[in-house]
C-alpha cells in the first residue's frame, strides 16, 4: 500500500508524463526510484527520490542509475513536494 500510495504521488507532480520526454518516448510510464530502493531504504517512500519515466527512458543498470541522478534530481526540482 505504501508503494502504491508514494507511486501515485510521483505520477500527480510529474502530470503522468516521462519527464524526459521527447519523440523517443514510449507510453507505458513507471515510477522510478532515483537512489535505489535497496541501497536506500529510508528513500524509498519519499517522493522526491522518484521521478515518472517511461519504459524507454527508464534506466536499464544500476550504474546508469547513478549516472542520472543528478539528472533527474534538477529535472524534479522545481516540482518538489
Do not use: Q
Not at 22 to 37: Q, R, T, Y
Not at 47 to 67: A, D, Q, Y
Amino acid at each position: 500500500m505504501a508503494y502504491k500510495d508514494w507511486r501515485r504521488k510521483v505520477w500527480e507532480r510529474d502530470n503522468l508524463k516521462c519527464k524526459l520526454s521527447n519523440s523517443d518516448c514510449s507510453k507505458k510510464i513507471i515510477a522510478h526510484h532515483i537512489l535505489g530502493w535497496t541501497k536506500y531504504p529510508k528513500l524509498r517512500y519519499e517522493v522526491n527520490n522518484g521521478i515518472t519515466l517511461c519504459r524507454h527512458h527508464h534506466p536499464r543498470k544500476r550504474s546508469e542509475e547513478m549516472r542520472l541522478a543528478p539528472v533527474f534530481h534538477k529535472l524534479i526540482d522545481n516540482h518538489k513536494i
